[in-house]
């Protein structure tokens, strides 16, 4: 069982380069969620998609843009990667919506030092 | 401004042992806290408490809600190595999509 699949595992960037980070679920959830941890900060929110068409900014979107591809897929990109977005990024999935209590289901995270 | 509270920052304790770990949290439209499990990579799901003081039970972890005081406590009884992990707590709240708000975890360490 998959569940949530997110590559790169690991990706080192320079400053102001690009890069798209992947994500894809295969338990047919309608809402996914891109957040970012950082050492004593927690997980923070940044983009999330409620359903397949639908995006919507989170805690910190500053610097990222979100496609929701299809249902399985939702990516996260950094148009121009800066140092303070080194991070370790999750993506998660749940069956959530308006009148429905179900947790998110985690990837194993992407560790990207931006330098 | 929501917030989620977690206490202690970290704590270290004997193998066989009991802990406690505490979150607080002010949340409008509150629906549900969770609690997750998080060891090297991505966090895993322990409990969902929607209901004041009904505890939710898995083997030797326990957690109950009070949603008056507004707080959740999880307990791990007979603590073992395998029990080190980062705990987080985080509430789901009223919106679109469920969004989560997290606390900034509990690392637990089991000793021998």
């Known amino acids: 069982n998959a569940g949530v699949t997110q590559t790169p595992k690991f990706q080192v960037l320079k400053t102001g380069q690009s890069m798209t980070l992947q994500c894809a679920q295969d338990?047919?959830?309608?809402?996914m969620y891109w957040y970012r941890q950082d050492p004593g900060m927690g997980l923070r929110l940044i983009y999330y998609?409620?359903?397949?068409?639908?995006?919507d900014k989170g805690e910190v979107p500053n610097g990222y843009n979100v496609s929701r591809l299809n249902k399985r897929e939702f990516s996260l990109r950094l148009e121009s990667a800066a140092p303070s977005q080194t991070s370790v990024y999750f993506c998660?999935?749940?069956?959530?919506?308006?009148?429905?209590?179900?947790?998110?289901?985690f990837g194993d995270g992407t560790r990207l030092s931006i330098l | 401004e929501d917030k989620v509270v977690q206490s202690p920052l970290s704590l270290v304790v004997h193998e066989g042992d009991t802990v406690t770990l505490n979150c607080s949290y002010e949340v409008t439209n509150f629906r549900s806290l969770l609690w997750y499990k998080q060891e090297k990579k991505a966090p895993t799901f322990l409990f969902m408490l929607?209901?004041?003081?009904i505890e939710k039970k898995s083997g030797r972890l326990s957690s109950i809600l009070d949603k008056k005081e507004l707080f959740s406590i999880l307990n791990i009884t007979a603590t073992q190595t395998g029990d080190s992990a980062v705990y987080l707590c985080?509430?789901?709240?009223?919106?679109?999509?469920?969004?989560?708000?997290f606390g900034t975890g509990t690392r637990l360490q089991v000793t021998l």
């Open positions: 998609s409620a359903s397949e068409g639908t995006t």
């Open positions: 985080a509430v789901i709240y009223t919106g679109t999509a469920s969004k989560l708000t």
């Open positions: 998660a999935s749940s069956e959530a919506g308006v009148r429905v209590n179900q947790p998110q289901h």
């Open positions: 929607t209901s004041s003081g």
């Open positions: 338990m047919n959830h309608n809402s």
